[in-house]
């Protein structure tokens, strides 16, 4: 009875914070450091009112240091060299601020702890280690820290980026062994193009890339969404607009449309998050959550299912190129189509499907997975966002992304076989079964030999490498149930090795369950990644059955005594850590709706 009064008190908490014109949910990602440290610093060389701005944002800064004198990505989060480096710099011009002279002399403190100096030698060296190869994020930090120096020679420590490969076109990458991720062609051009400039104007010579920077500030331009944040993101936009500032680009539209969204993203607490908002990817995920109760609404149900049709991107998109067919995780301009939000919202309108037109539903759910087969890559797996320029992280396929992709594949292709809802040809089944068959192979063979799978896009700060076996191995278990469930084509030997992955991966994670009854790859059991746990143990084995009903009672108890907190388990974009507001919610009330429903 507990479980059924919290389960439907959550239900309705998670309905009223709906928009209360669209009908969806935005939800509330964390304050950054990083990204008020950059953001504060791209504007505080405007007028007043971004001056002012700037000083708030440094003020917050100020206020949210840690103990020992670092920075982590979220208040939460403990200290890293990266964030404690960019918010270092850009104090430096804030010394005014309240409390800022000890923030900075603890921070240089735990900076030298770390890394033997200040200098830009030293700090590139350590922060190599941490980057490796990728030098998406490494050489923006670099760059930011070399204009914050007083010293201008510390210009030849930030390494050079191929930027007049943002010339070629974008199918040619692929075929390069670049450094740089897809997604950081704004900062390849932006950043490369300011250290060029820089660097020879300090040995005294022609600066000769100067001369492509107008057909390259024109590309960057192109790139730009029309309310100016490159991929909705402060960081991202914030080197863009700081490098151009820097090597005399000022005055460029580009600079002027970044400014004006770094002004427009900054919260009520004078800080910014790393993105504006996760809309469609929590609307996709809360839709599916609240499934039985937005039914129960017709009105409610054919608002959020138009509204999720209407996201999805209806034409090649200018920034990477994809097809159409996908969805991002944002409705705002900089949002870019990916395999994780295609797949929740074609999982969503699967549960919307009553309450949509069959032509335009038909149309959305074959170009969404047509997308999704088309991104599918050489190994069986699916990456993020495109099938990558090389082997750097955010560009291979990843566990959780193909179980995802999967999941929506194979529910849709039921529907299709019983010729329900939408209708398609033998060709594009044919196409189905063997895009579901090669994610099975890769993800049998992406399993650890524990049981265990790995997420991309999902953490834990307290575990080793920062890897969260817990969520990776959740995801992947409850989308490969839903798959055993609708893969109607598997023979008997094929189920049986699903089902022995599906029966490893419980092992696991029934041996990893803390004696609270809770999950967590760290130490202590967090909403998200328990509810997570349950949803994929509860439609398991008897011993899984029993885990999962421990877990709810602990999730139970957790809501009872209103100590939910959003804990940072999200990644970002180069190991950026945060925490969405809506994450233990939603999450929780799916858990509890399949307890409710096994019972």
């Not at 969405?580 to 509890?592: F, M, N, Q």
Request: glycine letters at 6%; one cysteine or more; proline letters at 4%.
């Amino acid at each position: 009875m507990k479980i059924l009064n919290t389960y439907a008190q959550l239900v309705e908490k998670l309905m009223d914070l709906r928009d209360p014109i669209s009908g969806v949910w935005t939800g509330q990602l964390s304050s950054s450091a990083l990204s008020t440290s950059l953001a504060l610093s791209a504007l505080e060389s405007g007028d007043y009112k971004d001056r002012k701005l700037s000083h708030s944002g440094a003020q917050w800064l100020v206020d949210n240091v840690n103990s020992d004198g670092g920075w982590g990505d979220t208040p939460e989060s403990p200290s890293n060299l990266s964030t404690s480096l960019i918010a270092r710099a850009s104090l430096l011009k804030h010394k005014d601020c309240k409390g800022a002279a000890e923030a900075l002399s603890l921070t240089s403190t735990w900076i030298m702890q770390h890394t033997c100096s200040l200098s830009l030698e030293d700090i590139s060296g350590s922060l190599n280690s941490i980057y490796k190869k990728d030098k998406t994020f490494a050489v923006p930090i670099l760059m930011f820290l070399a204009m914050c120096s007083d010293d201008e020679n510390e210009w030849v420590h930030v390494p050079k980026l191929p930027f007049l490969l943002a010339l070629l076109p974008g199918w040619c990458y692929r075929f390069l062994r670049i450094e740089v991720v897809s997604y950081a062609l704004p900062a390849l051009i932006a950043v490369g193009v300011c250290r060029h400039i820089k660097v020879a104007s300090l040995k005294n010579k022609m600066a000769w890339g100067k001369l492509f920077a107008p057909i390259l500030l024109h590309r960057l331009e192109r790139l730009q969404p029309e309310h100016g944040g490159f991929l909705d993101a402060a960081p991202l936009t914030a080197f863009v607009v700081l490098a151009l500032q820097q090597c005399g680009y000022d005055n460029h539209a580009v600079v002027a449309k970044g400014c004006r969204f770094l002004r427009a993203s900054v919260t009520k607490s004078g800080s910014w998050p790393i993105d504006s908002n996760l809309r469609i990817w929590v609307s996709s995920l809360s839709i599916r959550a609240l499934s039985e109760r937005l039914k129960a609404d017709p009105d409610s149900a054919r608002k959020v299912a138009q509204w999720l049709l209407l996201q999805q991107q209806l034409e090649i998109h200018p920034y990477t190129g994809a097809a159409p067919g996908g969805w991002a995780w944002t409705d705002l301009p900089g949002g870019v189509p990916d395999a994780d939000d295609t797949a929740a919202a074609l999982i969503a309108l699967f549960h919307m499907k009553e309450f949509t037109a069959p032509a335009p539903l038909t149309k959305a759910v074959r170009l969404g997975l047509s997308w999704i087969m088309n991104l599918q890559n050489r190994d069986g797996g699916v990456p993020t966002f495109c099938r990558g320029w090389g082997k750097l992280p955010f560009d291979k396929s990843c566990c959780d992304i193909t179980a995802h992709a999967l999941e929506a594949l194979v529910i849709w292709k039921f529907q299709i076989e019983r010729k329900q809802y939408i209708v398609c040809d033998d060709i594009f089944m044919r196409q189905l079964n063997a895009a579901s068959r090669r994610m099975v192979n890769f993800l049998e063979s992406a399993q650890d030999n524990d049981g265990a799978w790995l997420p991309l896009w999902f953490g834990h700060q307290q575990s080793i490498n920062k890897l969260n076996h817990i969520i990776g191995t959740a995801r992947v278990v409850q989308c490969l149930h839903t798959f055993l469930l609708n893969a109607q084509e598997l023979n008997n030997v094929q189920r049986k090795a699903v089902s022995e992955m599906v029966e490893k991966a419980e092992i696991h994670l029934i041996k990893n369950q803390k004696p609270d009854g809770g999950w967590s790859a760290g130490n202590n059991s967090t909403v998200e990644e328990t509810a997570l746990v349950i949803s994929a143990l509860i439609q398991g084995s008897p011993e899984s059955s029993k885990a999962a009903h421990k877990g709810a009672d602990w999730l139970v108890e957790m809501h009872t005594n209103n100590t939910i907190k959003s804990a940072p388990i999200g990644l970002y974009f180069s190991v950026l850590w945060y925490d969405e507001a809506l994450y233990p919610l939603i999450w929780s009330v799916e858990a509890l709706k399949k307890i409710k429903d096994n019972q």
